[in-house]
């Protein structure tokens, strides 16, 4: 742990965990089976295309007896989701549906997304674990900016904050002078929201003549986006906070499938009571063992409203042993998706690689932007990037000099940099744009 604040908060204690955080390996696998079992059959029995799609690929719900067997079953994709819209994958009647969520994607129909009672009621107790883990308990004060409405982020977080037992300040996003304001006034300990969203509410305290570090804030509870281990030291440092990791998507519940925990800070432990992580290879879709970067897949193991099998997030990580809670995996840190993938050129890169040498040199701000254009039949990236309003335009342009370099020879890109006025590029207000392709 890296910061001062850090002493004044502390990881839950062994009997503030649920019975399932203290499980070993083998309790967890044998709860798996079961709840895999189930779920298989409430699918293939009440979704009309996880019938087709099983009886397509010759397998049953009694073909499962091991869960070695979820191999067997077909995946389920984004498209699946498409072709279905907007509730022909729900496995209950609508009487039974409590809630509808909904993500607008960047292209087609939004996906859509509904939760029984008690599926609500699951994922309260599951973000709940997760802000837990993160140092976060009742007698707190949250200030969530995450966004309230179809987005599962804030009504998810929400429902976490409370089942904690904690003190909920709902404040959801955008509004950036006004949450500075609210977080002075309100004196919260935690704060949720996107961690380039908490870049954007530093800078407006700055602007406002607030040192981040003097704030009440002690933890922040970041996701809903890449972000890499660099950007966490930043945030820790700028705002005197522990930063840490929840990953979640809506498709397979909303935020909370998994969470750092604050004693390790080592990438998500997955909640694998509730869900079946596998990772793939994205080309051949065969199954890779613990430890090998590929593509996350989930089934999920406990939904009533929308079960998902062997669902592809097209989110690129690898499975890691637990370790502050060792009967579940970890997963490394999400720095890619499939979707975000640039190809310059033959050499394939991730906005996060820019990321990291970004922050990896302390003349450069962390906001920037990469833009694709084409110079004749050549594509192009120019990352366009803000000089620090502290320091001479000569120090930032020799700097940028430095990232140009870097990325020559870390990624194997030849890239422009180009420096920007403070205070001129977009701010993200959530999940921020990062990349525009003007090809
Ligand atoms: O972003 C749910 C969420 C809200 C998670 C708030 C965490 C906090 P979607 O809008 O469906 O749901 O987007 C899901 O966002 O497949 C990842 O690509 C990305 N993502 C989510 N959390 C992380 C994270 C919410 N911690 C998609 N790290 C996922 C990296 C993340 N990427």
């Not at 049953?60 to 995946?75: M, N």
């Not at 819209?85 to 496995?91: D, I, N, R, T, V």
Request: proline share 5%; charged share 25%.
């Amino acid at each position: 742990m890296t910061t001062a604040a850090s002493t004044l908060i502390h990881p839950p204690s062994a009997d503030e965990l649920d019975a399932e955080e203290r499980m070993s390996r083998a309790e967890i696998e044998h709860l798996q089976l079961t709840r895999l079992q189930q779920t298989v059959r409430h699918a293939y029995a009440n979704v009309s295309l996880y019938t087709r799609k099983f009886d397509d690929a010759g397998v049953h719900p009694d073909d499962i007896r091991t869960l070695a067997d979820v191999e067997r079953l077909p995946f389920t994709t984004k498209d699946d989701l498409r072709e279905t819209y907007p509730f022909g994958m729900f496995a209950v009647p609508m009487e039974d549906v409590a809630r509808i969520h909904a993500s607008s994607g960047t292209t087609g129909r939004p996906t859509v997304v509904g939760y029984t009672r008690g599926d609500l009621d699951r994922w309260g107790s599951l973000v709940a674990r997760s802000l837990r883990a993160s140092g976060i308990r009742r007698g707190m004060k949250v200030h969530n900016a995450y966004g309230y409405g179809l987005f599962t982020g804030g009504l998810g977080a929400h429902a976490g904050i409370e089942a904690l037992g904690a003190t909920v300040i709902p404040m959801s996003g955008g509004q950036t002078a006004r949450q500075v304001q609210l977080i002075r006034d309100f004196e919260p300990d935690a704060i949720l929201c996107t961690p380039s969203y908490l870049l954007t509410i530093a800078d407006a305290m700055i602007a406002q003549g607030i040192d981040p570090r003097s704030t009440s804030l002690r933890v922040a509870v970041l996701g809903a986006e890449p972000w890499t281990n660099e950007m966490r030291q930043e945030l820790e440092l700028r705002l005197g906070v522990d930063a840490l990791d929840i990953y979640g998507l809506s498709e397979v519940m909303g935020p909370g499938v998994g969470n750092e925990c604050l004693e390790t800070k080592d990438g998500p432990h997955l909640w694998e009571d509730h869900f079946l992580p596998e990772v793939i290879d994205a080309e051949t879709r065969a199954a890779l063992p613990d430890g090998e970067l590929g593509e996350l897949v989930f089934t999920s193991l406990t939904k009533e409203a929308f079960p998902v099998i062997r669902y592809r997030t097209r989110d690129l990580t690898r499975l890691l042993p637990g370790t502050a809670r060792p009967g579940m995996r970890r997963m490394e840190k999400v720095t890619g998706r499939n979707d975000d993938m640039i190809i310059l050129r033959g050499v394939n890169l991730f906005p996060t690689q820019i990321e990291e040498l970004v922050l990896g040199i302390e003349q450069l701000t962390p906001h920037f932007i990469l833009e694709l254009s084409k110079e004749g039949r050549m594509d192009t990236m120019t990352v366009r990037i803000e000089r620090h309003p502290d320091l001479s335009v000569e120090t930032c342009t020799s700097a940028a000099k430095v990232l140009a370099q870097r990325i020559k020879v870390f990624v194997g890109s030849t890239v422009a940099v180009q420096l920007e006025e403070p205070g001129t590029l977009p701010r993200s207000e959530g999940k921020y744009k990062r990349v525009y392709d003007l090809r």
